[in-house]
């Protein structure tokens, strides 16, 4: 195996893993809030998955410039 | 009354999509067993697999197209191993017949149209022409190269890619996703038109749609895009149910199924540019001032750093979506082929090993398949919702 794809190969999963990071804190964010206030669990659950899918944006971006390196 | 409908019209579908079917079924594996045994190589241990699982194997497994024709009993020595990934990208990727099953060494696929503007005019020809590995007035699918399972044709010694407008498989699963919706929706509008006072309550087929779309509007779409909602959601709605039934319909692994539309970059591309229209065509006047002169202090205007970095952000949100989307069907799609790969793989290893990992694979697929359910609706339900947040953001009014 060359060393660039290697690289790609980490780097996808650091991509990976960073996303994992982030999309978990938010889910804790979210379980919290809804567990204090259930009855606005549909206007958290919305934002919830707003801001999921904006990290999942970004770590998407990474994946693919992984993808193209490999 | 409006259930037998749906039967009666499910009924008419379905003799459409297998008549064309039925009286095209072509079967070119065995004029062609010497020419793709000469080019692609052979593999006994994957084709021997292939029918002692035929209960297991996808059946659109085109993997064994060209490696099934010649039949071999037993494993040659010779043999070359089965290849994980180039099955998995074979079945990924679009192509010009739509393939059904292999049976006895036959391939069973409906030829489609293929339309191309070679060096010597317009052709348009039935697939089967070519598929096998023949060549039709110059024109080859490409084995290998970069142009690889593309239609070419030689110009001066090296091959180049005719203007090609051909229905694929993909473009064919968009129309059969068309005719799906197209039936499920003007089956409810006609019973919305028929109600009365009696019976006014949408019953079956029109109020599943009626609870479907009435979920998706006060959930997504009012909330997202705010006061003027109505003007954006047929275009978002639309959107969803392509997106679902897309994805359901690449879940279904036989014939009107099967076809990784979502999982094309090119169709979810096409998706993508049209929220990006929706979004800025829409836009209000202050919402492109706040990209071009936000009301920020002017140094970070002068110097357009922030005009600079707002501007890029109207094309990253669409390509994002874009991305989103294939992504996220793709790695469904491969991760359950790989999943059935293992069948493949293992079957050189004995009866013991290879009936163990077969009820694993077999397991796992009902999991991933089950998973990738929840994936259809989420991404479908992800994407309208992201159009609605972005359109919503465009129809900013100057707070007075």
Known sequence: MELSSVAAVLSAALAVFAAAFGISKIGKAAMEAISRQPESAGNIRTSMIIVAALIEGVALFAVVICFMAL | ?400
């Not at chain 2, 509008?189 to 509007?217: F, H, T």
């Not at chain 2, 005009?307 to 990253?316: A, K, S």
């Open chain 2, 1 to 400: 009354m409006i259930l037998s409908r749906t039967y009666r019209i499910l009924i008419v579908m379905l003799l459409a999509l297998a008549l064309p079917g039925a009286s095209s079924f072509c079967a070119h594996a065995e004029d062609d067993a010497v020419t793709s045994a000469a080019i692609q190589p052979v593999s006994p241990v994957q084709t021997d697999s292939v029918s002692a699982h035929t209960g297991l194997e996808m059946p659109s497994d085109s993997a064994a197209r060209a490696d099934a024709a010649p039949m071999v009993a037993g494993i040659a020595p010779e043999a070359e191993p089965f290849n994980p990934k180039k099955m998995v990208m074979e079945h990924l990727a679009d192509s010009y017949d739509w393939h059904i099953t292999t049976f006895k060494g036959r391939h069973i696929s409906i030829p489609l149209p293929v339309i191309v503007k070679s060096s010597t005019g317009w052709h348009v020809f039935m697939s089967n022409r070519i598929t096998g590995g023949g060549t039709y007035k110059g024109l080859y699918i490409a084995k290998e190269g970069s142009h690889e399972g593309k239609i070419v044709e030689d110009v001066d010694g090296d091959q180049r890619r005719p203007i090609d407008i051909s229905l694929t498989k993909t473009a064919c699963g968009i129309l059969v996703v068309c005719a799906i919706m197209l039936v499920l929706f003007l089956t409810a509008a006609r019973a919305y038109k028929k109600r009365n006072e009696v019976d006014y309550c949408p019953k079956g087929l029109a109020g599943l749609l009626e609870w479907l779309i009435d979920s998706i509007l006060d959930s997504v779409i009012k909330p997202c895009v705010g006061e003027n909602y109505l003007k954006f959601a047929p275009y978002l709605l639309t959107a969803f149910f392509f997106i679902f039934c897309s994805n359901l319909l690449g879940l279904v692994p036989f014939f009107p199924g099967g076809a990784n539309i979502t999982g094309n970059i090119a169709v979810t591309l096409v998706l993508a540019v049209a929220t990006f229209l929706a979004v800025n065509l829409f836009g209000t006047k202050e919402y492109y001032k706040e990209i071009f002169w936000p009301d920020v202090p002017v140094f970070l205007k002068a110097i357009p750093l922030m005009p600079v970095i707002e501007f890029i952000g109207i094309f990253t949100k669409p390509f994002a979506l874009m991305m989103r989307l294939f992504a996220n069907i793709m790695a469904g799609h491969s991760i359950i082929l790989s999943i059935s790969c293992i069948i493949f793989a293992t079957a050189h290893l004995g009866a013991a090993v290879n009936g163990s990992m077969t009820a694993i694979s077999v397991l796992f697929m009902v999991f991933m398949n089950c998973l990738e359910l929840l994936v259809a609706f989420l991404q479908a339900y992800v994407f309208t919702m992201l159009s609605s947040v972005f359109i919503g953001l465009a129809q900013v009014k100057h707070e007075e």
